[in-house]
């Protein structure tokens, strides 16, 4: 079974996307934001996928990307973006920060997990 990381400050976002990938029969791991996600990055968690929101308190999308780029096991992870935004600087940063795709919320369940079927091959 596949394992995605789903980083976002909304819980319902975290509830909703969740159950998605559940009953597509991913695994899910979960963190309400980017600093929490990067210590379970730091610690060696398991994942085939991140998807991350760009606009969080504390640490924001982009720089959370870099900085599990930075370690090694991650270098190659795909990473999705799911936000909001849609501006195409924004997508160029985080494509320079090591993104692999963007999705705008809100994201049908097809639409999510098409693109993720997308960047895991």
Same mark, same amino acid.
Request: positive net charge; without cysteine; hydrophobic residues 45%.
């Given at each position: 079974?596949?394992?995605?990381?789903?980083?976002?400050?909304?819980?319902?976002?975290?509830?909703?996307?969740?159950?998605?990938?559940?009953?597509?029969?991913?695994?899910?791991?979960?963190? #309400?934001?980017? !600093?929490? +996600?990067?210590?379970?990055?730091? %610690? &060696?968690?398991? *994942?085939?996928?991140?998807?991350? =929101?760009?606009?969080?308190?504390?640490?924001?999308?982009?720089?959370?990307?870099?900085?599990?780029?930075?370690?090694?096991?991650?270098?190659?992870?795909?990473?999705?973006?799911?936000?909001?935004?849609?501006?195409? #600087?924004?997508? !160029?940063? +985080?494509?320079?920060?090591?993104? %692999? &795709?963007?999705? *705008?919320?809100?994201?049908?369940? =097809?639409?999510?997990?098409?693109?993720?079927?997308?960047?895991?091959?």
């Amino acid at each position: 079974m596949k394992t995605i990381f789903l980083v976002d400050d909304s819980a319902t976002i975290l509830l909703s996307i969740s159950g998605i990938l559940t009953k597509a029969a991913y695994g899910v791991e979960k963190a #309400s934001n980017a !600093a929490d +996600a990067l210590k379970k990055f730091q %610690s &060696g968690v398991k *994942v085939d996928l991140l998807i991350t =929101d760009l606009n969080m308190p504390g640490m924001n999308g982009i720089d959370f990307i870099k900085e599990v780029r930075k370690l090694p096991n991650y270098r190659f992870m795909p990473i999705l973006f799911l936000t909001t935004e849609s501006q195409q #600087s924004k997508k !160029a940063e +985080a494509k320079a920060a090591g993104a %692999s &795709g963007w999705i *705008v919320k809100p994201a049908s369940a =097809d639409e999510l997990l098409n693109t993720i079927k997308l960047v895991m091959r």
